[in-house]
C-alpha cells in the first residue's frame, strides 16, 4: 500500500492547494495519514424492534459473559468494548477490533459465532459507526412517511424501520427503501427480512427521477404522495472510508468528485420535491470533498432560497470549508458537519476512525415543480393475455400487480372458504384479510405475506407505474400434513406481528420447559410430551396435531411458534433463533457454536 499512500498523498495535497478547501491543517497531515491507514474498528447495534428483548441483550453486552467472549483464551491484552454514548438508549457498541481481527485468530471465534448468529436473528446489526448518524438525524416517529432514496446495501434501511416500529408490532407510518441498482436491491431484501417489518416496501428506480406515489386524500381523490423524511445517502467517492477500503489509495482522483456532484444534486432536489412541509431531509456522503458536500448543499439553497432552511446540527462538529460571506449567509456556522468517530485516549493522540457528511434540511414552504406523468409499465402494444389480465387486476380488488426479479408476478387473496379454516383454527381476530397476499397467481399457494394497511394502499394505487422487489412479511407458510386440520403452518419470523390477533392453539410453558425444546430444536429427534412438567402436558392435551404459539411469561415476555406432533411437542425455529432465546436465558450455548476454526 506504499506506493498508493503516496500516489494519493500527492493527488490530496494537490486538490487542496489548487482549490484551497483547506480539508485538513498541515500540521495534522502525518498523524491523518498514521491512522487512515490503520484497520477500521468493528461496531454494531442491538436491534430495537423488541423492546424486552432488546433490553436483556443489552444486560448481556454488558456483562462478564460478553467480556468474556472479547478475551483473548491465551492471555494478553484484552480488547477495549465501548459504549457509543451518543447513541439512544446505550444500544451502539464499538470494539478495539477489526473485523479482519474476529475472523482470522482462533482466540476470537466464540465473539464471531455470538455476532454472527445474532445478526442472522435481526437482534444486532454490524454497522459502522459513522453509519448510524444519519438516519439518527431524522428523528423518526411511528407514523412518519419515510423514503430512502440510495438505499442499498441496506444498514440504514434496517435502522429507519427498527426506529419506526419502536415497540409497535405494525406502526401507523412506513418506509419506502429504494434503489437504482437491480442486483443491490436484493441486498436491501436480505437486510429488511432480518427485521420482519410488514411496514417496508422495496423499490428499483434511479433516485433522480423517482416516480411519485399517489394516495386518496380525506374525500377519497388522489393526490401525491409526500414524505414526513427523507433520507439522501447519496453515491459518493467514499475517500471517507479509506480505512476499510483499500482500492481508494491507488483509484482516487480528484475528478471523481465533479462527476459526481450532477448527480448528487438531481437527487437531492428529487428529495426536497418528495418532502412534506415542515418536514426533514438529511444529506449524506461518506467523503472528505466539499465538492461532494457543503457545495451541492450550497447550490440547492442558493436555488430555492425560502423553499429550504438548515436546522443547527449541534451534537456534530460544523465544517472547516472555507465560505465567502455570501455563501455563509446561506449555509450558516453550524448547518453542515463532517463528523467523526474517534477513540479517545488520555495518554495519546485523538484517533479519527471514519468520516460522514451530514446536514439537515427543513422545508418552509411546498418545493414542487411541474408533475411528471409516469406512464403505465404496459405499452399500447401488449398481447391480448397481458391486456385481459390487466383489466382483471383492476377490476378484481383483492389482486395487485408486483414485479419481483424482473418478472411478472400477480398477488391475490384467499379464497373465502381458506379463511374460514384460518380464523377457525387458529381462532384469529382483528386481521384484516385485505392485508394478507401472496405470489402465486394459480395453483396451490405456498406462502402467505402481510403488510400494514398503509403500504397495500401504496401498492394497490401505484401497482402499474412503480417497480416494486418486495414487500410484507411471511405469516404462513404451507404445511402438506394430513393429519393438521390447518394446511398452513405459523412462521416465526411474522408471529411478532400477528401474534396479538391469535387466541387459539397456545400453550403457556414455564422456563424449565421451555429451555427443554430450545435445547431439542432438532425436528428429527423432537422431545417426547411427557419429558415436561405435568401442567405442560395437561396443556397439549388440549391441543391436536399441529402448528400452535408457546408462550412465556416470566423474566420478560416471549412467544415462538411451536408444533404439536402426535406424541411430541418441538419449537419450530431456526437453529440461530434457539441460540438467542437460550443466551436470553443464560444458558450456555458454546456447544451450539457454528464455526469451528480451521488454521
Known amino acids: ?4 499512500v503516496r500516489r494519493f498523498k500527492r493527488k490530496f495535497q494537490k486538490k487542496k492547494k489548487t482549490e484551497s478547501q483547506n480539508i485538513l491543517p498541515d500540521e495534522e497531515w502525518d498523524r491523518f495519514m498514521e491512522y487512515m491507514r490503520k484497520d477500521l474498528p468493528a461496531s454494531f447495534r442491538i436491534s430495537a424492534c423488541s423492546s424486552a428483548e432488546a433490553k436483556r441483550l443489552l444486560e448481556i453486552v454488558q456483562s462478564d459473559f460478553f467480556a468474556k467472549l472479547v478475551a483473548p483464551e491465551e492471555g494478553g491484552e484484552t480488547p477495549e468494548i465501548k459504549n457509543l454514548l451518543w447513541y439512544p438508549n446505550n444500544m451502539g457498541w464499538q470494539l478495539d477490533l477489526t473485523r479482519k481481527d474476529i475472523r482470522r485468530f482462533e482466540s476470537y471465534f466464540r465473539l464471531h459465532n455470538f455476532l454472527m448468529s445474532e445478526t442472522a436473528t435481526g437482534n444486532i446489526s454490524r454497522q459502522e459507526t459513522v453509519s448510524m448518524i444519519p438516519p439518527l438525524l431524522l428523528d423518526i416517529q411511528p407514523h412518519h412517511k419515510v423514503i430512502d ?36 436491491c436484493y441486498m436491501l431484501v436480505h437486510q429488511a427480512k432480518r427485521l420482519s417489518s410488514p411496514n417496508c416496501i422495496i423499490t428499483n428506480h434511479d433516485a433522480s427521477s423517482m416516480p411519485n406515489f399517489m394516495v386518496p386524500d380525506k374525500d377519497g381523490a388522489l393526490k401525491v404522495l409526500k414524505y414526513d423524511r427523507v433520507l439522501c445517502d447519496v453515491p459518493c467517492t467514499g475517500d471517507g472510508t479509506l480505512r476499510k477500503n483499500a482500492d481508494i489509495w491507488v483509484k482516487w482522483t480528484p475528478g471523481h468528485a465533479n462527476n459526481l456532484y450532477g448527480i448528487q444534486n438531481r ?13 426533514r431531509l438529511v444529506y449524506s456522503t461518506c467523503s472528505l470533498n466539499p465538492v461532494e458536500n457543503e457545495a451541492v448543499i450550497f447550490r440547492m439553497l442558493f436555488n430555492a432560497k425560502a423553499f429550504g432552511s438548515f436546522l443547527k446540527t449541534a451534537t456534530l462538529e460544523p465544517s472547516s470549508w472555507p465560505c465567502s460571506s455570501k455563501k455563509r449567509l446561506f449555509l450558516g456556522k453550524r448547518s453542515c458537519a463532517l463528523a467523526t468517530t474517534r477513540n479517545r485516549n488520555p495518554s495519546g493522540p485523538r484517533r479519527r476512525s471514519a468520516v460522514t457528511f451530514a446536514a439537515i434540511v427543513k422545508t418552509l414552504s411546498s418545493f414542487s415543480k411541474e408533475t411528471k406523468t409516469f406512464g403505465s409499465r404496459w405499452s399500447e402494444s401488449d398481447n391480448l393475455e397481458m391486456q385481459l389480465l390487466r383489466k382483471t387486476c383492476r377490476a378484481n380488488p383483492y389482486l395487485f400487480i408486483a414485479w419481483f426479479r424482473d418478472e411478472f408476478y400477480a398477488q391475490e387473496f384467499f379464497e373465502l372458504q381458506v379463511l374460514k379454516i384460518f380464523r377457525s383454527f387458529y381462532a384469529l381476530e382483528g386481521l384484516d384479510p385485505k392485508c394478507l397476499l ?22 394497490d394505487l401505484n401497482q402499474d407505474k412503480i417497480k416494486i422487489i418486495n414487500t410484507g412479511v411471511k405469516v404462513f407458510s404451507r404445511c402438506d400434513n394430513k393429519r393438521m386440520r390447518c394446511e398452513f403452518r405459523l412462521t416465526q ?3 411478532f406481528r400477528i401474534e396479538a390477533h391469535i387466541h387459539a392453539r397456545r400453550i403457556a410453558l414455564p422456563e424449565k420447559d421451555l429451555v427443554t425444546l430450545l435445547e431439542n430444536h432438532d425436528p428429527n429427534n423432537p422431545p417426547h410430551i411427557t419429558s415436561f412438567t405435568e401442567e405442560t402436558q395437561k396443556l397439549c392435551e388440549g391441543v391436536d396435531e399441529g402448528s400452535c404459539v408457546l408462550d412465556h411469561d416470566g423474566t420478560f415476555k416471549i412467544s415462538i411458534v411451536g408444533w404439536r406432533g402426535g406424541k411430541s411437542l418441538r419449537a419450530y425455529i431456526s437453529k440461530d433463533d434457539a441460540m438467542h432465546y437460550l443466551r436470553l436465558f443464560g444458558v450456555d450455548t458454546s456447544r451450539y457454536g457454528m464455526i469451528v476454526f480451521v488454521h
Open 1 to 4: 500500500m506504499g506506493g498508493g
Open 493 to 495: 419470523e411474522g408471529l
Open 267 to 279: 437527487i437531492l432536489k428529487r428529495g426536497l420535491e418528495l418532502l412534506e412541509v415542515g418536514g
Open 149 to 184: 432514496l440510495c438505499a442499498a446495501p441496506g444498514s440504514k434501511t434496517a435502522q429507519l424501520i427498527e426506529t419506526l416500529h419502536g415497540d409497535e408490532a405494525i406502526a401507523p407510518g412506513f418506509v419506502v427503501a429504494n434503489d437504482l441498482d437491480n442486483s443491490r
Open 438 to 459: 401472496t405470489r402465486c397467481l394459480v395453483g396451490k399457494k405456498r406462502h402467505i405475506y402481510m403488510t400494514s394497511p398503509a403500504v397495500k394502499v401504496l401498492v
